[in-house]
């Protein structure tokens, strides 16, 4: 799967479903810098020293609509900002870090340690300041940022309305000009606003006069006009502030008009894109917290004379959850310095920064649900089954367990369901591959036959790195081949068959990440100073990733193609897809033991 | 005020321990390193903040190769102004203690901190042996330090309770758990560390006449055996015949 057309191909949204990616070009966690996993380590503490030890081991939980602990969150946000975790995103010159994408992605997953409070700083250090970052004007920049990275204003992002949810732009919040021309007034109301409680600055989405599309405001929460509605009770994340807010002719001065007019939809959806890499980083993070928590219960319980940890039903879950987090882990980083990649090369061809931030975050707008939608299905896995491990230990508040999966059900809603964004990782892609003619689906379509050949011979390959790459090729021209077929069978109708796009999404985001498993894993073995022990176990736990993303994709295919065709077509089709998606020979009961056995001796997750 | 905090590199707290080479050094192999925790939130912390107070600089000193550069930045990452690593394996508390003692006669330094032990082999030598080399006092065990930019009042754990004392002019002082509380690196200082000069310089002589012989892992503790409370004659046999104390 070659695709010479594209000048810098690896750096293409998309790219990966057409071509292949060498495995000298992934990045891997183990490149970050001496200063990025500091960054990690200070950023760990704080939420250890914050929350986990004052809180969470004592089994008590910040609930924000207690005035006290919403205070004690806002202090410990104040903290935060004397740290300079508020500015990671901000330049150096409006007080913060200006750290890589990459960076900020490691951050994201290390602030799972601390709960909701991860959902706080996120709204503070990325929807909340972020707009300002890509779309402000110097003015703009310098009134709010130094604050917002010193944590003196908290930040807020104001988009969802009672009858605007995923259909974001029909958005009822009006702005019109005030007579004067000095002031925009602003009416309607806003919901699920995270930090609204206390936040000082509200980045606010709302269409002027009788736009088609929404305009951005920065609104203060002293504009007359404004007001604040009480703390929402919610079923996690309840040391996070959500509120309503209403605009009752709300004066926001013109000069606060945040980008172009008519300009805020696209806005927003660039700041969820961003959002979505570092909410799949952030959920990650806690599968890992829920996995670690999970093993050290299994080794020290014990039950029939012998520790949990010795059985299989138990190692089942802990290999299962840790070749998940494995192969997902390493998809999430890969994303994030595809957006470093592309934003080095943007700047260097002499886009400002502003523009070239935007510019690659958007390229990689399906990466970024892939991330998103894989990482929050693997926290409230991971914590469903770190919950079942303990047992009854685990459905007593006391472990805390309990908070950290209702805490972490907000993934799969935030940042777009993962309905809507495993919708968009197609629509995005066939928009791509159709009418912007970026990717070229149609010629990497056509390599099918030659693949198809190629797997005529019934017997398996000897080599298990000739299969785990024919089963990734295999993934990647499944989806090519359903898409082509239901498009060509469907027409415009397939747009309204949510249920086949749905199927083409989950092989889509199993070819993604167990791409990137795979590469990490080759590029470890070409690497002269990985951890040979490690290795041992990586390789496995991309053996067992693999296995699992062909089943799962071979379902979703076989039920895409039930949908769209009958009688000898669809054995047809059947038979290829079968073809396409040979078995793949393995032992996955013992691949996960050695998986488990591994953590078990470890005591923590450390792949 | 000049001050120098020495800057050990432990294993982390949960590294499996292991020997090699007949079991006369430590295997390494696979283990996770840290600043010493009683050198990076103790010492280093009240050096800091003793700076804060009076002025002056703090210097982190650290024996050993440039694997160890990594933790020595941390220090930089904490506050400190500049770091010396000696660069030679330290082989001995003797041998570092002899390391640090040089730089400090040579650069002015008027406290000297260490950590009260490494959490490794906890020696506890090291910083009454540069005290010794210096000719200077030395405070062991410091819980509580006061520093007017003169006299210095420090507080030291002893068994059962405290003592008190003052000091005027240059000490060497190791630091216990309650001397400072933790500060976490923040995002600029981590930032700056790596601008932050680090000199590496040239080990002087000392005699290296300590050599470990072995290290022994402490003995795997044996099973329980529940005996009934009626079943004396049982407890009575095992005493004698197991545990071989009757």
Redesign the interface.
């Known amino acids: 799967m070659k695709n010479t057309q594209l000048k810098n191909p690896t750096i293409k949204g998309g790219y990966f479903i057409i071509g292949d990616t060498p495995p000298e070009e992934l990045f891997i966690a183990e490149e970050f810098d ?2 990025a996993i ?2 990690g380590d ?1 950023v760990r ?2 939420c250890v ?1 914050e929350i986990q030890e004052p809180f969470f081991k004592c089994g008590k939980e910040l609930v924000v609509t207690n005035e006290a602990d919403k205070a004690e969150v806002l202090a410990i946000l104040k903290r935060a900002g ?4 508020c ?2 995103s901000i330049s150096e010159e409006n007080g913060g ?1 200006d750290l890589d994408f990459k960076t900020n992605t490691l951050i994201s997953s290390k602030l799972s340690y601390g709960f909701s409070f991860a959902t706080t700083l996120g709204a503070q250090t990325s929807i909340g300041c972020l707009p300002i970052v890509y779309y402000g004007n110097e003015e703009q920049k310098q009134k709010y940022l130094p604050k917002i990275a010193s944590a003196e204003y908290v930040a807020a992002y104001a988009l969802t309305e009672p009858n605007a949810g995923s259909d974001a732009n029909s958005g009822k919040t009006n702005a019109r000009l005030s007579e004067d021309g000095k002031y925009y007034l602003i009416n309607g109301q806003k919901i699920w606003i995270t930090n609204g409680g206390f936040a000082d600055v509200y980045i606010v989405f709302a269409k002027i006069d009788t736009d088609e599309k929404l305009s951005a405001f920065i609104v203060e929460r002293t504009f007359e006009g404004f007001s604040v509605g009480a703390e929402e009770k919610k079923f996690g994340i309840k040391g996070s502030s959500t509120v309503q807010i209403f605009f009752d002719n709300c004066k926001v001065p013109v000069e606060n008009l945040l980008g172009e007019q008519q300009g805020g939809f696209k806005m927003a959806l660039t700041i969820l894109n961003g959002g979505r890499i570092k909410a799949g980083a952030g959920a990650i993070g806690g599968a890992i917290n829920g996995l670690d928590r999970a093993v050290q219960y299994a080794k020290e319980r014990k039950q029939f004379k012998v520790p949990i940890s010795s059985f299989g039903a138990i190692q089942y879950k802990i290999g299962d959850i840790a070749m998940r987090i494995f192969a997902n882990q390493a998809a999430c980083f890969r994303t994030a310095d595809l957006i470093d990649k592309k934003y080095n090369s943007l700047r260097s061809s002499g886009l400002s920064d502003g523009s070239a931030k935007i510019k690659a975050i958007s390229e990689f707008a399906i990466e970024a649900s892939i991330v998103k939608v894989k990482g929050s299905e693997l926290v409230c896995y991971a914590l469903d089954e770190a919950m079942q491990i303990h047992g009854g230990m685990g459905y007593s508040s006391e472990t805390g367990l309990g908070m950290g999966y209702r805490d972490a059900r907000i993934t799969k809603i935030y940042e777009g369901t993962n309905d809507i964004n495993a919708l968009l990782a197609v629509a995005e892609l066939s928009k791509r591959g159709m009418l912007t003619k970026e990717l070229d689906l149609v010629g990497a379509g056509k390599k099918i036959p030659t693949f198809l050949l190629s797997q005529i011979n019934p017997f398996r390959s000897k080599s298990n790195d000739k299969e785990q790459d024919r089963i990734v090729k295999g993934l990647k021209y499944s989806f090519l081949y359903i898409s082509g077929m239901a498009g060509k069978k469907l027409k415009k109708k397939l747009i309204d068959e949510q249920e086949i796009i749905l199927n083409l999404s989950t092989i889509l985001q199993e070819a993604y990440v167990g791409e990137t498993a795979l590469l990490k894993v080759q590029k470890l073995r070409g690497l002269p100073d990985s ?1 040979k ?1 490690k290795l041992a176990i990586q390789k496995q736990m991309v053996q067992l990733y693999l296995y699992e993303a062909l089943e799962k994709s071979k379902k979703a295919a076989l039920e895409a193609i039930a949908s769209f065709s009958t009688g000898s077509e669809k054995w047809r089709h059947i038979k290829i897809i079968n073809r396409m998606l040979k078995p793949y020979d393995i032992n996955p009961k013992t691949l996960r033991r050695n998986i488990a056995q591994a953590l078990i001796e470890s ?2 997750y450390v792949y | 005020m000049n001050l120098l905090v020495c800057i050990s590199k432990t294993p982390e707290t949960t590294a499996k321990i292991a020997f090699k080479d007949e079991n006369s050094s430590f295997d390494t192999d696979g283990v996770q390193f840290i600043m010493n925790p009683y050198d990076e939130w103790y010492a280093l912390v009240r050096a800091l903040e003793l700076k804060e107070q009076h002025g002056g600089k703090v210097i982190a000193i650290n024996v050993g190769d440039s694997s160890n550069d990594p933790v020595i930045r941390k220090a930089l990452a904490i506050g400190a102004d500049e770091a010396v690593r000696v660069d030679i394996e330290a082989t001995s508390s003797f041998f570092v203690a002899k390391q640090v003692a040089e730089y400090a006669k040579s650069n002015d330094i008027d406290i000297v901190f260490t950590g009260k032990e490494t959490i490794d082999y906890n020696g506890a030598e090291v910083g009454g042996m540069i005290a010794e080399m210096l000719e200077q006092p030395y405070f062991s065990f410091a819980s509580h330090m006061d520093h007017d930019g003169s006299t210095a009042t420090v507080t030291r754990d002893i068994e059962g309770g405290v003592e008190v004392a003052e000091i005027n002019g240059k000490f060497v002082i190791s630091a216990a758990k309650g001397l400072a509380e933790q500060r976490i690196p923040n995002m600029r200082g981590i930032m700056m560390a790596k601008r932050k000069p680090l000199n590496v310089i040239p080990a002087v002589e000392a005699e290296g006449n300590v050599k470990v012989l072995s290290y022994e892992l402490p003995p795997v503790k044996g099973g329980i055996t529940m005996v009934d409370a009626d079943d004396m004659d049982k407890l009575v046999k095992l005493l004698h015949e197991e545990a071989k104390v009757l």
């Open positions: 001496e200063e500091m960054m200070t503490e704080f020293k004397d740290l300079g975790l500015g990671v870090m951890d022990n005591g923590e």
